[in-house]
């Protein structure tokens, strides 16, 4: 694989890093900033906004830009976004910080892919996009275990700017190694994405995929003040367990692969729907037990993001047959599906702490997420009743977010 693709992968993980270490700092920032919990969990709805619109709009915004150019333009947005956030004087600032990281994250990960099979002969695409993304993975493995570790230790801010130095690594990388006459795949307007928006079957999709992840992440993103008040761990120790989570989010989304392989997405999605139900219900009793609580979360991060290959599957799956002319469009609001739900899961699961309590998060995530298990199991039925039994033969997708 060329070097350059490796500068991607860099780029990759420290949007990843910066995605999720908020997670683990959320008690430490609200302290520190005078500010609620659930007002620091809105950092996390923020940023997930910012992908959600920036995927997108501004993908087809810039979709006459030089590609080497804006990868480079959204690589300064994404360290200048966390240098600003290592400077925060308040929250204001803060909110402001992530809205612009989460722009950059969006239109990354939309013209990521087109870049790194620019880069690779044709039969090592797919490799190649596997290889990118596996930054993200390994983000969560380690980025944000080490993140959440030296905001602890040395204050938050100091977070923020060690992601804004791998930012400028990231830069510097892409600038020498990324060659300049990267051909720009066509455009897709906005009229063309808001086209694949009136297609009922692929709303469906998009609303499995919200709520799947929207019910998750009312309790993710409490996870720290819930380990802390609850489970009694220590503030230094969050970061040990967000190790524990991000191993197992990289064994969950292999074995979530290859479920759906076996499976089928629509079956697979149903299982892991199901599973991540009962994890969460889980939460709501184990949490008060230091061992229950950590062994509930190694059990959730191994089916979190298990259901991103079945859902990426189905989705392009759905779209060849109700939108073949956008399939990628389709593919790609699927990726803001995914962090509309991050956004709204946080912002309700805020609402619920607020009103009800911490321990409330969990199980009325897990009654969410049912919900997408419920809408999966539709979308099966219709899929029988319309005579697509080719759907249920998957084909391995890329995970992203």
Known sequence: MPLALWALTLSAFAIGTTEFVIVGLIPTIAASLGVSVPSAGLLVSLYALGVAIGAPVLTALTGRMHRKHLLLALMALFTAGNLLAWLAPGYAALMVARVLTGLAHGVFFSIGSTIATSLVPRDKAASAIALMFTGLTVALVTGVPLGTFIGQTLGWQSTFLAVSLLGGIAFVGSLILVPGDIAASKPASLLTQLSVLKKPRLLLVYAMTTLGYGGSFIAFTYLAPILQQVSGYSAGSVSLVMLVYGVSVAFGNIWGGKLADRKGPIRALQIVFALLALVLFALTFTAPHAWLALATVLAWGAVAFGNVPGLQV????????????????????????????????????????????????????????????????????????????????????AVAH
Not at 319 to 342: H, K, M, T, W, Y
Not at 362 to 379: E, K, N, R, S
């Open 314 to 397: 189905y989705v392009v799956q759905r779209a060849e047959r109700d939108a073949p002319q956008a399939v990628d469009v389709a593919s790609g609001l699927n990726i803001a599906a995914f962090n509309l739900g991050i956004a709204g899961g946080a912002w309700g699961g805020g609402l619920i702490v607020v009103h009800l309590g911490l321990m409330a998060t969990p199980w009325i995530g897990a009654i969410v997420v049912l919900g997408a298990f419920g809408l999966t199991t539709l979308a099966g039925r219709l899929d029988r009743a319309e005579g697509a039994a080719t759907l249920a033969q998957p084909r391995r997708a």
